[in-house]
T-cell receptor, first 115, second 111 residues
Framework: NAGVMQNPRHLVRRRGQEARLRCSPM?????VYWYRQLPEEGLKFMVY????????ESGMPKERFSAEFPKEGPSILRIQQVVRGDSAAYFC?????????????FGPGTRLLVL | SQQGEEDPQALSIQEGENATMNCSYK?????LQWYRQNSGRGLVHLIL?????REKHSGRLRVTLDTSKKSSSLLITASRAADTASYFC???????????FGKGITLSVRP
């Protein structure tokens, strides 16, 4: 059973460009979480999605950031008009569909560098 | 969700020694989890202990939970250089909710 997959692993963008980060959860998982880790800091929650629904986006910046998890395909975290402060590692995690799904399984992350 | 407070912030030990890491939290929980993050990598779930459990083992890991003191400890026995990583405790009150991470403990195991 493949783990959580994220791509690309590294992404370089110039200021003003768009960044698209993809996350494929583990098989059988329909809960996806995105976290951001700024340099020298801990992980911060951004958004929690289930298939086609955003459940909790309390950690998402109000502007330029959006996330989706369509019925088919990976979850996408989209950052428009990137700025240098968006440089960070972005981690995706997934959890299974069981009622007491407490453990989250993390992907290897996407390291975004904004020049 | 609430954040765990890990202690100490940094720990350096010799290979073969035991490493003890502590965690405190503020409000009642359903369970508490420990995660590890190797440098530059994603997090790995290590162990989960439920509020009605006092101690749990997994390989070289031993975790305790004292709900009266709202604290937990993670013991790694016979440490190895590969245990060098950051360790985070995550207290949880429910399922399918966001995880809140503290600053973690940076463990260095010297060969």
């Amino acid at each position: 059973n493949a783990g959580v997959m994220q791509n690309p692993r590294h992404l370089v963008r110039r200021r003003g460009q768009e960044a698209r980060l993809r996350c494929s959860p583990m098989k059988g998982h329909s809960h996806v979480y995105w976290y951001r880790q700024l340099p020298e800091e801990g992980l911060k929650f951004m958004v929690y999605l289930q298939k086609e629904n955003i459940i909790d986006e309390s950690g998402m910046p109000k502007e330029r950031f959006s996330a989706e998890f369509p019925k088919e395909g990976p979850s996408i975290l989209r950052i428009q008009q990137v700025v240098r402060g968006d440089s960070a590692a972005y981690f995706c995690a997934s959890s299974p569909d069981t009622p007491r799904a407490e453990t989250q399984y993390f992907g290897p992350g996407t390291r975004l560098l904004v020049l | 969700s609430q954040q765990g407070e890990e202690d100490p912030q940094a720990l350096s030990i010799q290979e073969g020694e035991n490493a003890t890491m502590n965690c405190s939290y503020k409000t009642s929980i359903n369970n508490l989890q420990w995660y590890r993050q190797n440098s530059g990598r994603g997090l790995v779930h290590l162990i989960l202990i439920r509020s009605n459990e006092r101690e749990k083992h997994s390989g070289r890991l031993r975790v305790t939970l004292d709900t009266s003191k709202k604290s937990s400890s993670l013991l790694i026995t016979a440490s190895r250089a590969a245990d060098t990583a950051s360790y985070f405790c995550v207290p949880l009150t429910g399922a399918n909710s966001k995880l809140t991470f503290g600053k973690g403990i940076t463990l260095s195991v010297r060969p």
